[in-house]
């Protein structure tokens, strides 16, 4: 029977993000969410949720409990008009 071995590096995987991967920011805080832990981004107001060790972003409809959910929602209508969607 063979093994094999593969070199996981848990660290970088469980670390939180050095910057917003939307506008690069390093304004990126951890939130306590029911669902574990976010990083909300205080530049862009863009929150993401680590997946797997990567980082997949939080819809700010779902953040019924978190305080700045007004904050968010207020950044995505900007965004959408921006974009003239």
Do not use: I, N
Request: charged share 15%.
């Amino acid at each position: 029977m063979r093994s094999y071995q593969a070199h996981l590096d848990l660290v970088a995987a469980l670390s939180p993000p050095e910057h917003c991967p939307v506008c690069r920011s390093q304004s990126v805080r951890a939130m306590s969410t029911a669902d574990g832990v976010a990083f909300l981004c205080g530049d862009c107001w863009h929150c993401w949720r680590p997946v797997f060790g990567a980082l997949s972003p939080v819809d700010p409809h779902t953040c019924t409990a978190c305080s700045y959910q007004s904050l968010c929602l207020a950044a995505e209508v900007s965004r959408t008009e921006k974009a003239g969607v």
